[in-house]
């Protein structure tokens, strides 16, 4: 392993300097820092081409080759985004001082530090929630001007009418100024309830629970399933996947920001 040399920069202007080998292999996306302290002591990891175990060692990223079970593991050098299948009883925030249950806890913010829920779901609300560690993509995500599409499912009380359907989709009052036209479809009226598909293009707070309300409908339950070009799409309920680069330059794309170069 190489000496220690002065600072270098990344292309973000960020230092780059020996660090510890779990945490390298941390922020390469391999494993938590204990799985990767573990994946050394089993043996599985070198370092131009040495087996190393001892749990101090450093690396310098700029140099050094690291492998693990023969596989090249490089720094991330571009940020990370993910989406979470969020469960109900979750607050999107990073940390609750009254200590309830906050998305954090189902994200891997040992891997990522630095991410952040780009926008929120309510605590009751379930479903397609993105965490970045690019606060670019995250603004430009949430940015009013930018409307990026969200598909939420909703089951309200009582029958909505196709008057009332209508009312939401053509745009309605709401206390913090009129809703731009939206998509909405009556999927399902069953047992005094109404399952609706409502696609908004804004992110305002508890905006669809709002809505309904102003046509006189309490939402009972809410879904987001799409985030732009996104979708779930089998992913398990408290589930995350990372997004692929076209996954992220698709989201860019649709908030009308340019593409990333790799
Ligand atoms: N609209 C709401 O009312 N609540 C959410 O969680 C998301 C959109």
Redesign the pocket.
Known sequence: MSDPKPTQFGPNGEAIVPMRLQKFLARAGVASRRGSENLMTAGRVRVNGEVVTELGSKVDPTVDVVEVDGVVARLFDSSVTIMLNKPAGYLTTMSDPQGRPCVAELVPTDRFPGLFPVG???MD?TGLLLFSTDGELGNGLLHPKRHVDKT?HARVKGIMSEEQARQLSDGIELDDGPTLPAHVRIDRIAKGCTDVEIIIHEGRK?????MCSAVGHE?LR?H?SNFGPLSLDGLAEGQWRTLSEAEVNALRQAAGMHEKAC
């Open positions: 929120r779901l309510d609300t939420y508890r905006q669809v629970k709002r939402v809410l987001r």
